[in-house]
């Protein structure tokens, strides 16, 4: 941790951030970065308490703000008690990041690969946890980024909305309503200095998701991309850093695949 803070360069400094799903995984990754960075970051999860504080703590060990809060993203009041913690911790909200995730297991045999066997539900279950899940968190942001005439909103998605090789009907199709999401809110929040993009990652090695995948599959998707190399969790956090960062502020409205140029959307 003491390592990645004496690299990173300065990009956030005085900046807040909200990071959804950030006990584990991806999303602790980019809590960890945005720490480093100099942001003040709040840790949100669901479930996994101790994962959460434990971030925090080694975030705060190294020198960084961060604090954990536990809230539901399908829930708006709770989303809005966050927002509301982290204004009195902080007195601002300059990033968020919609990383949170339903429980999901990327199976190729499971029933919603086939449009014979998908059910409602499985649809019903990740919309509700990606697309509602963001629009809850934007919606309660909102009012604190137009009071400031500024804010960062990045979403996060998954390049099999552009090159499905294992057709996850369910979570494929909550993941590209967020880029509809995304244009719709940079178009209607330019005028407030809130810039809103989409950020889509490959299979990242590794994350949670991504375990149980062999070093030949890595190797398989390593030598399909023009970089010759799997993006690493740290490559995709650090993209993260570049769109919450001053660096892109002539950049909003966009889908980016980060994926070493796996898929050219």
């Known amino acids: 941790m003491s390592q990645n803070y004496a690299t990173i360069p300065a990009l956030l400094t005085e900046k807040v951030a909200i990071v959804t799903g950030a006990s584990r995984g991806l999303g602790a990754q980019i809590v960890q970065k945005m720490a480093a960075a100099g942001a003040s970051v709040c840790v949100n999860y669901l479930n996994s308490k101790e994962s959460a504080e434990a971030i925090v703590a080694d975030i705060i060990v190294a020198g960084g703000q961060a604090f954990a809060c536990q809230a539901d993203v399908t829930e708006l009041e709770q989303m809005q008690a966050m927002v509301a913690d982290v204004i009195a911790r902080y007195g601002r909200i300059d990033i968020l990041v919609n990383n949170a995730l339903p429980s999901y297991q990327f199976n190729p045999s499971a029933d919603y690969t086939s449009i014979e066997t998908v059910k409602w539900a499985h649809f019903s279950q990740q919309i509700d946890g990606i697309v509602k899940g963001a629009v809850n968190t934007v919606q309660a942001v909102l009012p604190q980024m137009k009071t400031q005439q500024m804010g960062k909103i990045i979403n996060i998605s998954t390049n099999l909305v552009y090159n499905p090789v294992v057709t996850y009907y369910d979570y494929t199709t909550a993941k590209s309503a967020l880029i509809g999401l995304t244009r719709n809110l940079a178009s209607e929040l330019g005028q407030y200095g809130i810039r809103v993009n989409l950020l889509a990652g490959g299979l990242l090695k590794t994350t949670d998701a991504s375990r149980l995948t062999t070093e030949e599959v890595f190797d398989y998707i390593a030598t399909t991309t023009p970089l010759?190399?799997?993006?690493?969790?740290?490559?995709?956090?650090?993209?993260?850093?570049?769109?919450?960062?001053?660096?892109?502020?002539?950049?909003?409205?966009?889908?980016?695949?980060?994926?070493?140029?796996?898929?050219?959307?």
């Open 228 to 265: 010759r190399q799997a993006t690493s969790v740290a490559d995709f956090a650090n993209s993260v850093l570049l769109l919450a960062s001053d660096l892109s502020a002539a950049i909003t409205g966009q889908s980016i695949a980060v994926d070493g140029g796996l898929t050219m959307p």
